[in-house]
């Protein structure tokens, strides 16, 4: 049996567990937005056309955001970016601009030929770890097919050097393979992941466990799924720890319009779902939904500052938008699976 037959049986024997409606309230607070001419970098001699799907993480009042960055609309090739700014400046809307920004991950390799996308970010005992979306080919033949999605991950000191690179895989038997699209990953520890898999078109959002730089395909399993009237759904954000369990985004794409919509989910240490929101952030109003690609908040960052909940997202794949709702609403819009 073929590994993404394999993946497919999964998908077809665990049962879907559709409990959340098609219902939207936006919750969040609109902080501000940076929009590409806001940004400067300082290693790179070029301007920006496009800044968003930023992954972030949080250390005392210093927000560190680290976009998404295209510079061209020839191949639009993304590599990933660094800032901080000052958490409190943010909620006083007087973030200083334009913001010195520089270049830390960019494409080195064929598996990231065609760009470095959708970074996730965990930071911890000085080093910075970040999932990402590689995009590129398998073999130097491919250029002009279609791509692969690669899960990849690197490994920074503070100074944002890379250590370390490399591309998850799922062995089965020993044998590793690389699905077509393997992307949208958050780590919940060291030895257990969150990721969407595309198995044969069908894009939902899987749990496993990770031993070194492979998932073992018996470790997977599916546990949030597209509801009837959304064509795919990807979990959005890195995971918040909360005591024994943990706040995740995820983002969802609707068939009747095609807008990605956003909501929140608990999960276990372990990845089980353990409660949903409904839709708590979608785009609305000329700056939200009209972009390089219309109708879109997506991802990466997710902190918690005091008692609110800041969701750093991308603004229609060209600015950013910073959002926040507190902690207490946040979890009064969860509701458990029936």
């Not at 995009?135 to 692969?148: F, M, N, V």
């Not at 699905?179 to 958050?186: A, E, F, Q, R, T």
């Not at 959002?205 to 018996?218: A, D, H, M, N, T």
Request: hydrophobic share 40%.
């Amino acid at each position: 049996m073929k590994k993404e037959e394999k993946l497919m049986m999964n998908l077809i024997q665990e049962k879907r567990r559709n409990f959340r409606r098609n219902s939207t309230k936006n919750i969040f607070e609109r902080l501000t937005y940076i929009f590409p001419n806001d940004v400067a970098p300082k290693n790179y001699r070029r301007n920006p056309v496009a800044v968003f799907n930023p992954g972030a993480f949080i250390e005392g009042k210093e927000l560190h955001v680290f976009p998404r960055l295209i510079f061209d609309y020839y191949k639009y090739v993304s590599a990933v970016g660094h800032f901080v700014v000052n958490v409190e400046d943010l909620l006083d809307n007087a973030i200083r601009l334009p913001i010195e920004t520089e270049i830390v991950l960019w494409p080195s390799n064929l598996q990231e030929f065609l760009g470095c996308e959708d970074p996730r970010v965990f930071y911890e005992n000085d080093s910075i770890k970040m999932l990402y979306t590689g995009k590129g080919y398998k073999k130097w033949s491919q250029e002009g097919s279609p791509h692969t999605d690669f899960l990849a991950y690197a490994k920074l000191n503070k100074e944002y050097t890379v250590l370390e690179k490399t591309y998850l895989s799922i062995k089965d038997n020993g044998e590793e393979f690389f699905p077509v699209s393997m992307k949208d990953s958050s780590f919940l520890s060291d030895c257990h992941i969150l990721t969407r898999i595309d198995v044969e078109g069908l894009r939902t959002c899987w749990k496993g466990q990770v031993i070194g730089s492979s998932i073992p395909l018996e470790s997977l399993e599916p546990v949030f799924f597209p509801e009837e009237w959304e064509t795919k759904v990807g979990w959005s954000t890195n995971a918040l720890r909360m005591e024994n369990e943990f706040l995740i985004g995820w983002h969802a794409v609707l068939k009747e319009d095609l807008s990605y919509k956003n909501g929140l989910a608990l999960v276990s240490k372990e990845g089980d779902l353990l409660a949903s929101t409904d839709y708590v952030l979608s785009p609305r109003g000329l700056i939200e939904e009209y972009g390089d690609r219309a109708f879109v908040i997506f991802g990466c960052g997710l902190v918690m500052y005091k008692d609110l909940l800041i969701w750093i997202g991308g603004v229609s794949d060209y600015a950013i938008g910073f959002f926040a709702a507190k902690k207490r609403e946040i979890f009064s819009h969860l509701r458990a699976p029936c």
